[in-house]
């Protein structure tokens, strides 16, 4: 990476700026995940007439997670529409005015029902500038919950990062974390082209501090949440709550672990994962999703084709157990990765 990319990078990874908001007394505040997403709705509303929000729920009842709580009392119906159980009709209705010069932000109460109006994704607004020749965009936002939450059993509780970060044309957002929250559905529903915004429904209610004022982060670059030496931990949306756990642990042992937290899947940031794993020599993956074809498969790949020779033991990963989510809540609890696994894959890279 030359010198201006590489800065410039730097200069765009928000991490950096919110060591800075304190230093320069700026008003923080501290708000929910739930309360993040609407401010970030909300706000690029008022500011852009042709944004609307469409969905089940979203506006009379608020949201089936709060997360438009008082959008209709503000907005109307016309921009805060309630549509019926039909994913693949709204969805359609929404990639349709998307391509006539709105940016609609489509809430499914849960990713797993996406699967209804996946061919509108897919087939319509992630190829539509390329087979359109460049005549059209779609600049739209599919955003809701991901993966599992509690005792939701098997079709309630799939993750599908990996499967739309596979689809071209596509951005995959997951954040995991109030603040990014915010900053990325901001700069998410501003970008020209098709995002999924993946949530949980587990972290609506997590608390966090963040600017009073206006900030957006940058799509495509990951953060380091926490700096380290021995073992680099790469991992995305809520399931990165396990990894601090297990670096806390692993501290007692003098241990250092050094977090990137991906915020992105689609485009990735690479760059982070490869200086990192260049500093620490090991790598383990979590993330919560079926092992075959993950994002932690694709990650694998390209740190063993870039930095092969920089790694001290094989590239750990850890995952979901490769079956469907179980309803019992003892063996979700077995079916699920958590910071033990973590603490355990650490030691194996470090060979004690």
């Known amino acids: 990476m030359d010198f201006t990319k590489k800065y410039a990078l730097i200069f765009l990874n928000f991490s ?46 608020n949201g089936a997670y709060k997360a438009s709580k008082g959008m209709l009392d503000e907005f109307g119906a016309k921009r805060v529409i309630d549509a019926p159980i039909a994913e693949l009709g709204f969805g359609g209705i929404a990639v349709g005015s998307a391509m006539n010069g709105n940016r609609p932000i489509v809430e499914y109460m849960t990713f797993n029902f996406s699967l209804v109006g996946i061919d509108q994704i897919i087939n319509n607004a992630a190829k539509i500038r390329q087979m359109s020749g460049g005549q059209f965009n779609c600049p739209i936002v599919f955003r809701g919950p ?29 954040p995991s974390n109030p603040y990014d929250a915010k900053g990325l559905l901001k700069a998410a529903i501003r970008d020209d082209d098709p995002v999924i915004f993946m949530e949980s429904e587990q972290m609506y ?39 601090y756990k297990a670096a806390d642990e692993l501290a007692k042992e003098n241990i250092s672990c050094e977090i990137i937290d991906l ?9 982070t994962i490869l200086e990192s794993v260049r500093k620490t020599n090991r790598l383990v993956i979590l993330e919560e999703a079926w092992p075959f074809a ?17 790694l001290d033991a094989p590239i750990k990963r850890i995952t979901t157990a490769d079956t469907p989510a179980p309803y019992s809540p003892v063996l979700l609890e077995a079916w699920l990765p958590n910071h033990n696994d973590v603490v355990k894959a650490v030691k194996e890279v470090m060979y004690i």
Not at 147 to 154: N, V
Not at 229 to 234: F, K, L, N
Not at 304 to 310: C, K, S
């Open 16 to 61: 950096y700026f919110r060591s800075s908001f304190k230093r320069v007394n700026l008003n923080m505040k501290t708000v929910q995940f739930r309360e993040a997403i609407c401010e970030a709705m909300s706000e690029e509303m008022r500011r852009d007439e042709s944004i609307y929000l469409i969905g089940e729920e979203v506006a009379e009842y």
């Open 146 to 174: 991901t993966a599992s939450a509690g005792q939701l059993a098997a079709t309630h509780s799939q993750a599908f990062e990996n499967w739309f970060a596979n689809t071209p044309g596509l951005k995959v957002i997951v």
């Open 205 to 243: 209610g997590d608390k966090m501090e963040i600017p009073e004022g206006e900030y957006v982060l940058p799509i495509g670059v990951a953060d380091i949440k926490r700096e380290g030496s021995d073992v680099t931990i790469v991992s995305f949306g809520k399931i990165i709550k396990e990894a």
């Open 263 to 271: 915020r992105t899947v689609r485009p990735m940031d690479h760059n």
């Open 294 to 310: 993950s994002v932690a498969s694709e990650i694998t790949f390209r740190v063993q084709d870039q930095a092969f020779d920089y």
